[in-house]
């Protein structure tokens, strides 16, 4: 995938599936990570990310910016970073998940999974 491929979707459709299931936990935030992550995460601890960006870029900023709001044995899951057509996904994981942080994985398929340090 590259920067844009989804610039087709309407977020007025994803949250009238989310009404129509009855789901009240579940909130969306539109905009890239960058612009709306600064506001949103500010005292808030998280036990799970799941990382859902398909290109280098989206992967490397969220996963960055969400280790300092991981509570310790937290897990961080990556949505596409085993799919052929998210080479940039791929890359971001293992230059700063594995190489950097030295994380190893604890479950690839569905979806690549780590844990954070204790």
Same mark, same amino acid.
């Given at each position: 995938?590259?920067?844009?491929? =989804?610039?087709?979707? +309407?977020?007025?459709? !994803? #949250? ?7 789901? %009240?936990?579940?909130? &969306?935030?539109?905009?890239? &990570?960058?612009? %709306?992550? /600064?506001?949103?995460? /500010?005292?808030?601890? &998280? ?7 398909? !290109? ?9 910016? !969400? ?10 899951? =990556?949505?596409?970073? %085993? #799919?052929?057509?998210? !080479? ?6 293992? #230059? ?7 994380? +190893?994985?604890?479950?690839?398929? /569905?979806?690549?999974? &780590?844990?954070?340090? #204790?």
């Amino acid at each position: 995938h590259k920067a844009g491929d =989804f610039n087709d979707s +309407l977020l007025s459709g !994803i #949250e009238a599936a989310r009404d129509a299931l009855g789901l %009240t936990n579940l909130v &969306f935030v539109k905009g890239l &990570f960058q612009d %709306t992550a /600064p506001t949103l995460l /500010p005292g808030k601890r &998280f036990a799970l990310a799941h990382i859902d960006a398909d !290109i280098y870029s989206g992967v490397a900023y969220a996963y960055d910016v !969400i280790r300092d709001y991981m509570v310790p044995k937290g897990y961080y899951v =990556f949505d596409d970073a %085993t #799919e052929a057509s998210c !080479i940039g996904a791929t890359a971001a994981v293992e #230059e700063y998940v594995v190489r950097r942080d030295g994380r +190893l994985s604890e479950q690839i398929y /569905p979806h690549w999974v &780590f844990r954070a340090n #204790e």
